[in-house]
């Protein structure tokens, strides 16, 4: 069974690497054509998954989709994208503008078609996922056991939603700075991980998984929370208030066999990767979709189908696309005073700066860690775990301990508002 599949397979990837040497993807940079964007249009043949492949190489570049018209209905995708760098400004770096080019163009169409969205392969490091129930301090006490197991956190992306959490850690080995590979090692650092995330008998269920083939972490953050279920709305406790909700709505067009979703939100970075991102792993295909995001607030219209060729076939079914769309939105919404700390890294540094956190009664809500050529690059968004605002005294004493030069606040105590979220065009 093995061998047929692998043959089938090989098949599979070399009928797609032939229709693509018949019809090589086409990419066209322009920046004369808007007034404020640089206009990126694809044309190539189509295939599964290939609108979030495009997606996000565009977002792991920083770049912000002001408008963007989708069509893929037939055997042609061919999209046209609105973009600005981080101040809103046209891309003319011209190492950004050739990586695009190389990677969505005709040099890029003998990569295989069996690789998967998103994954990057990777040596130098031994990638942890991390799923369950959130608490406050759970961040402290991971990175605790790590250090422990001489293990250093090198990189991570943590997100906290509905009461669950997940995480992608990027560890390496204290001694040699490399990937762990003794399965021995591994499996007891499963194991005390493991142990951690349960916290006690009532905590839902916890997983922890090593791999050695580091994956794109926002990616797998998505993949994770909707295997979790975190669209499951917990009694009593609304994640966030009407005003702040997106709105999502699903209706079926019956004479195309469409199920249209339109989504009116706050605009943030990140966003069209998100949805994108989510309806790819519900398994549903975009036919034809128009994006709109140059104000604060951002359309989507989506024309789907399942893999299948079925729309939406009952309300249950539109009920969950709802759902796991608004946990798609709400998972990167920035909850919290964002702190950024830049210092040079060492063993222990994420286990140290969260227990202080825990130590001033700070819970982190998200995260992301980098290490780059020896720094430190860490930024949190943290709010009291009581969910009163996070005061002035508390960043001091904050300051106090981690250094008056390492820590910077994004905004001032006085003016956290939890539910506020950064503007697309701010780092």
């Not at 206009?39 to 043949?45: E, L």
């Not at 570049?61 to 609105?82: C, E």
């Not at 009952?314 to 798609?328: F, G, H, K, T, Y």
């Amino acid at each position: 069974m093995e061998v047929s599949m692998s043959f089938s397979h090989d098949m599979d990837d070399e009928y797609e690497k032939l229709c693509r040497r018949m019809n090589p993807p086409r990419v066209v940079i322009d920046n004369e054509a808007c007034k404020n964007a640089t206009v990126i249009r694809v044309d190539s043949a189509n295939k599964l998954g290939i609108l979030l492949e495009v997606v996000q190489i565009l977002t792991d570049l920083n770049l912000i989709v002001t408008k963007a018209y989708i069509s893929s209905d037939g055997g042609w995708f061919m999209d046209v994208f609105n973009v600005t760098d981080q101040d809103g400004n046209k891309v003319t770096d011209e190492g950004v503008l050739d990586y695009i080019r190389k990677s969505l163009g005709p040099e890029s169409c003998f990569a295989s078609s069996m690789r998967s969205v998103g994954v990057i392969q990777s040596m130098d490091h031994t990638t942890l996922e991390l799923s369950g129930t959130d608490r406050p301090g759970l961040l402290s006490e991971v990175s605790r056991v790590l250090a422990i197991l001489k293990c250093n956190v090198v990189g991570a992306q943590v997100w906290t939603h509905n009461t669950r959490a997940a995480s992608v850690m990027h560890i390496t080995d204290e001694e040699t700075g490399l990937a762990i590979t003794d399965p021995e090692r591994l499996a007891s650092i499963k194991k005390s991980v493991c142990n951690v995330l349960k916290g006690s008998i009532k905590s839902k269920g916890s997983r922890t998984v090593v791999s050695h083939t580091g994956t794109h972490p926002e990616r797998r953050l998505h993949q994770m929370m909707f295997a979790d279920r975190d669209y499951d709305r917990v009694k009593d406790e609304s994640v966030l208030d009407d005003k702040q909700r997106p709105d999502v709505n699903v209706v079926n067009w019956y004479d195309k066999d469409y199920s249209v979703v339109t989504i009116r939100s706050k605009d943030r970075p990140k966003l069209l990767f998100d949805t994108v991102c989510t309806l790819t792993d519900m398994q549903y295909v975009v036919y034809h979709a128009n994006i709109d995001a140059e104000g604060p607030e951002a359309y989507q219209e989506y024309y789907i189908r399942h893999v299948d060729g079925s729309p939406v076939k009952s309300d249950a079914e539109r009920q969950r696309v709802i759902q796991c769309l608004e946990a798609a939105i709400e998972r990167r919404i920035s909850e919290g005073l964002k702190l950024e700390i830049c210092t040079t890294d060492r063993v222990g540094l994420l286990s140290d700066v969260t227990r202080i956190f825990r130590e001033n009664s700070l819970t982190v809500t998200r995260a992301e860690v980098t290490t780059k050529a020896g720094k430190a690059v860490n930024t949190f968004y943290v709010r009291e775990a009581s969910g009163n605002p996070v005061d002035s005294k508390t960043i001091e004493s904050i300051r106090q301990e981690i250094g008056q030069t390492i820590l910077k606040v994004k905004g001032t105590p006085e003016d956290f508002n939890p539910g506020s979220q950064e503007s697309p065009t701010r780092s």
